[in-house]
């Protein structure tokens, strides 16, 4: 076997053992035996809701299991292989079982990323709020773009986004959005987006063609499902009705179907148009309301369990977290783990993984957590 292989074959055994060590591997065994156990009692129903978070347990547990057996049985399946095809000096049997390693290495990769979406709501759905700065026209035009670069990532993770509330510019471009992207750990991918992004450029409104700078911010928050109490007065709130902004059409800016909702309190306030019916939206805003206080609790908690480590990766809307340059270079370069890409454009239409990957893995581990050049 060469080399670089015996090498990724290592690599691939310390990530399966680094895999079964978060699992708790002989524990989540026996967990998992007695889920399957009591998901053959019918009356397991009788309480839908505690059927309902035993049922996730069960599949979670069995899809991280499943997933480490498989790396592990593939990995020993391509070592025969590769075995048999040097003793019989058979090329073409090595180079297939040496691809196949490969792409070993690359699912066993991909798999202790996932352990890292470990937080209390990071399989839940999420809401995406992106805000332009100071600067009229150029950051509303920056803030339209960061929604489509969201929207394009959404759509190449194959969850399901909706627009909100969007709230246009005077010229172009956007003041603000708010998207509800669907799909299991939404919002664990997303949840390190949250903070200042910085545009740098010649812009396209300039006569003169001068190098311009633009701020975004972007405020991400989990969708709270029906397993989490967040109580709210509405004594405690303000409800605002006002005439949704758009393209127009039929129903569109006739009526005051938007709602706006302020905690008075925290001062947070949401607000969504999504939908023709003030109704409607008005559940929508409750339901955003109750995330993003459930999120600041979250947030809460973190940096009460470990305030070193929430010093290192403060997320807030005053902290600078990713710099897109497109002239007179091209560069992306995420201010926290120092991950760059000299693709601006493939980034801004989704590719955004490796930024998520490497913010997720810093934020677990600080300082410590590795940095790379994105080709």
């Avoid at 699992?23 to 839908?48: C, F």
């Amino acid at each position: 076997m060469r080399a670089e292989i015996e090498n990724l074959v290592d690599e691939i055994k310390q990530a399966i053992s680094l895999l079964r060590r978060h699992l708790d591997w002989e524990k989540s065994l026996k967990r998992l035996d007695l889920l399957n156990n009591k998901a053959e009692d019918p009356t397991i129903w009788d309480d839908p809701a505690e059927a309902q978070k035993l049922m996730r347990e069960r599949q979670f547990l069995d899809t991280a299991i499943g997933a480490v057996n498989r790396l592990n049985q593939s990995l020993q399946d391509n070592i025969e292989l590769i075995a048999m095809g040097e003793e019989e000096k058979d090329a073409e049997i090595v180079k297939e079982a040496e691809a196949a390693i490969r792409e070993i290495k690359s699912e066993a990769d991909k798999r202790q990323i996932e352990t890292l979406l470990s937080g209390e709501a990071d399989s839940n759905d999420t809401y995406v709020e992106v805000h332009s700065g100071a600067g009229g026209t150029e950051s509303q035009d920056w803030a339209a773009m960061l929604q489509r670069m969201y929207m394009r990532w959404a759509e190449r993770a194959k969850f399901k986004v909706e627009v909100l509330e969007e709230h246009s510019g005077e010229e172009a471009g956007i003041k603000s959005a708010t998207l509800l992207i669907k799909g299991h750990n939404a919002y664990g991918w997303m949840k390190t987006e949250s903070g200042v992004h910085r545009l740098v450029r010649i812009s396209p409104y300039d006569s003169q063609a001068r190098r311009h700078t633009s701020f975004a911010s972007v405020w991400v928050y989990p969708v709270v499902d029906d397993s989490i109490d967040i109580d709210v007065n509405e004594s405690d709130v303000r409800i605002d009705t006002y005439r949704a902004s758009g393209a127009g059409g039929q129903h569109v800016n006739t009526t005051d179907s938007a709602v706006r909702i302020t905690h008075l309190e925290t001062g947070i306030v949401v607000q969504c148009q999504a939908e023709r019916s003030q109704h409607k939206n008005r559940a929508t805003a409750w339901n955003m309301l109750r995330a993003r206080l459930y999120e600041a609790e979250l947030e809460r908690r973190e940096n009460a369990a470990n305030a070193e480590a929430a010093s290192k990766t403060d997320i807030g809307w005053g902290h600078q977290i990713r710099s897109y340059v497109l002239q007179p270079y091209q560069m992306v370069k995420d201010l926290r783990t120092g991950i760059e890409s000299t693709s601006p454009q493939d980034v801004l239409d989704g590719g955004l993984d490796p930024f998520m990957e490497g913010a997720l893995a810093h934020r677990v581990h600080g300082g410590d957590a590795a940095v790379d050049d994105i080709d």
